[in-house]
């Protein structure tokens, strides 16, 4: 498994050709060295080779994936500071594709020339959607800033029944009005998802493409696991890195009193925006400096026309296009892609993985609901497991392309097989802690005449609760859950030292809904972690066979079309697995979580904000079953995609597999027509 890290000598250009297929050189420093405008130092070529280009392009990705990432795990934690439902939560999601897909079929055919500059432009991009959600915690108010907050009630014991006219005082801890008055800035972080499809298209499209000009076959396949362990890194470092900053308050200075484990706290979310901006923003200088070719390109180049895989002719047209060339080339291309029946049943796959993996976004809330976890430790939990499988899956995939040089229709097969065995591994979160019984959800409350279970019965009517913060208490004499110490109709409690009132509360009593009459503060049940353990052992698993077929995937898509067509290529499946895939997506799995609702959030002015209990039977069992139905239908297209892709002949084989030497580069037989 080796780079090719040889220096490239300063007399190296970049490759022309001839029409007689001829690799020759051109003295032209401004494609060949790196450097940008008439700047072009000696010192720079040191960096001037492949693998310096990759681990930097990763670098770029990986905070990339970690400001759309942190999305996942800030969710909970942005509905409650900006009162935003999941349908709001979808649209910040969603903008990121409504953009990228009319992206990514405009600058498609553009990104075949000029692919570092293209890179570059969009990383750029990407810096300010990273930048605009971040300046919403400028504008934004927080739970310091409420005057009643934090006051004592009655015997400092709060959130109990109230039948008296007058009250015990404030509402517990804040009322909430502050997240109201936050909503409207639920717009700048719309902004910064559009601007973040825009500017991630570009990468997307040309990077892979930039990358096959300067590795083999044999070598892109080890590239693209590194690539891809790089930038997949960035969704587990994303949810370790939210996790961690939601332990730190939002003004990074709690007020007294404050800390995680009360309901109305709001960590510093704003961190996971503010810290890809800075990294990407140096890392776009680095990589623009990389010139339009790199000196391997000229040995790539020789391998791919004994190959068969493109002519001189083609590679110096596709080098050589202006604008007006490719503006004029749009319909011809179009055509060529429209007609490729294995592109597309690759591409319609992808969209269903895409949508399938647009649940990954709501995955943290889904651990801390189903195994009763904290936000933040849910996000040490799936980061630190998850970078296992990508990075175990990843480096078998590339290994398994090393070993030899398959042709690519193989690869597709190896793929669609990844695919499948690893679907039945989703089901992985059927291991979860049993469901807990809510009062007034699940069951009826005790001596109650209601025929079906109700939130506000005879004995908490009166009561004036609210459902702006959860305040869970257990009655253990049945292990029922109820979400308040008001809704159990409590009316008096224990501190537990009755000369702190800071000291906590020890338990609640004379409480009219419960059957034990006292209820202690926190929900019923336990944390079952060794089924939390099974749950990660089975989606490790999954991940990493699913992940071991990346490699082959994304070789799959520079062979499929000719030369020429691969950005475009590329820009269709962006295309596809947008509109098909991630653009629905949120939308999809926004429905079904919200639909397993079973209370919402009630701000004082009426209005409904987000879920707090959820009907965890109901969520799972479409949560987890549409996930595999779509990875069953993927896998479909993808052996479909193996059986139309063109049955290679038997000199095509030999000009992939038929290879000698100790270097692994050069052609058993050299003498084949290019």
Not at 109 to 129: E, H, Q
Request: charged share 15%; aromatic share 12%.
């Amino acid at each position: 498994m080796e780079f090719n890290m040889d220096q490239p000598e300063s007399s190296y250009h970049p490759l022309q050709t001839t029409d007689e297929g001829e690799v020759e050189e051109k003295d032209d420093r401004k494609t060949s060295q790196m450097g940008v405008f008439g700047w072009r130092p000696r010192f720079l070529e040191c960096l001037n080779q492949p693998v310096i280009f990759v681990v930097f392009f990763g670098i770029g990705n990986l905070f990339t994936v970690m400001s759309f990432g942190v999305l996942s795990v800030y969710l909970t934690t942005l509905e409650k500071t900006f009162n935003l439902n999941s349908k709001e939560t979808g649209v910040i999601l969603l903008g990121n594709d409504i953009s990228g897909l009319f992206a990514s079929l405009i600058l498609a055919n553009y990104c075949s020339s000029k692919k570092i500059r293209w890179i570059a432009i969009g990383m750029f991009a990407v810096v300010l959607s990273c930048l605009l959600p971040a300046m919403a915690t400028l504008f934004a108010e927080y739970p310091e800033m409420n005057k009643d907050a934090f006051v004592p009630s009655m015997e400092g014991i709060r959130g109990l029944c109230d039948l008296s006219e007058k009250g015990f005082g404030p509402p517990p801890q804040t009322d909430g009005s502050y997240a109201v008055r936050n909503h409207g800035l639920f717009w700048l972080f719309v902004a910064g998802s559009l601007v973040l499809g825009i500017g991630g298209s570009p990468p997307g499209i040309a990077g892979p493409t930039y990358m096959d000009e300067m590795y083999t076959q044999k070598e892109f396949g080890i590239a693209i696991s590194l690539l891809y362990i790089i930038t997949f890194v960035g969704f587990p470092i994303s949810v370790l890195f939210a996790g961690a900053s939601l332990d730190m308050y939002v003004t990074l200075d709690p007020p007294e009193g404050m800390n995680p484990s009360r309901p109305e706290w709001v960590g510093a979310w704003w961190l996971g925006f503010l810290v890809p901006a800075v990294v990407i923003f140096f890392v776009s200088f680095i990589v623009m400096l990389f010139p339009t070719q790199m000196p391997a390109a000229k040995r790539v180049l020789s391998d791919k026309i004994k190959k068969g895989i493109t002519t001189a002719v083609e590679k110096k047209n596709e080098l050589h296009r202006s604008i007006l060339d490719i503006t004029r080339d749009t319909i011809p291309v179009a055509k060529r892609i429209l007609k490729n029946k294995s592109l597309n049943c690759l591409v319609f796959g992808d969209a269903l993985v895409f949508l399938q993996i647009g649940s990954i976004s709501y995955l943290p809330k889904m651990y801390a609901i189903a195994f009763r976890l904290g936000f933040s430790e849910v996000g040490t939990v799936i980061g630190v497991t998850n970078v296992v499988a990508f990075v175990l899956g990843l480096v078998l995939g590339g290994a398994i392309m090393r070993i030899k040089d398959w042709h690519p229709k193989k690869l597709l097969l190896i793929y669609a097989v990844a695919v499948l065995v690893s679907t039945p591994f989703t089901a992985s979160l059927f291991y979860r802690c049993d469901s807990n019984t809510v009062g007034g959800v699940d069951i009826i409350y005790p001596n109650s005449n209601a025929s079906t279970p109700a939130f506000l019965d005879t004995c908490n009517e009166d009561c004036k609760c609210n459902t702006v913060f959860p305040s869970f208490v257990c009655d253990t004499s049945d292990q029922t859950t109820y979400f308040s110490q008001c809704h159990a109709g409590c009316l008096g409690g224990e501190l537990n030292d009755p000369a702190d009132i800071k000291s906590g509360v020890k338990e609640y009593s004379e409480c009219g809904c419960t059957a034990g009459k006292t209820v202690v503060p926190g929900e019923c049940g336990s944390r079952c972690q060794t089924r939390l353990y099974i749950s990660l052992t089975l989606s490790v698993i999954g991940t990493m066979i699913n992940f071991s077929g990346y490699a082959a995937h994304a070789t799959v898509y520079q062979r499929v079309v000719g030369e020429v067509d691969r950005t475009v290529a590329q820009g269709w499946r962006q295309f596809i697995t947008r509109v098909l895939g991630t653009l629905p997506a949120p939308i999809l799995f926004g429905y079904i979580i919200d639909n397993a609702c079973t209370i919402w959030r009630t701000n004082f002015d009426g209005k409904q904000g987000n879920c707090w209990v959820y009907d965890l039977d109901s969520l799972l069992v479409w949560f987890v079953w549409v996930q595999i139905i779509l990875r069953i239908g993927s896998s479909i297209l993808y052996f479909a995609g193996w059986y139309l892709y063109p049955e290679p002949t038997q000199e095509e084989l030999e000009r992939y597999e038929g290879r000698a030497g100790s270097n692994g580069y050069e052609m058993e037989r050299t003498d084949l027509k290019s």
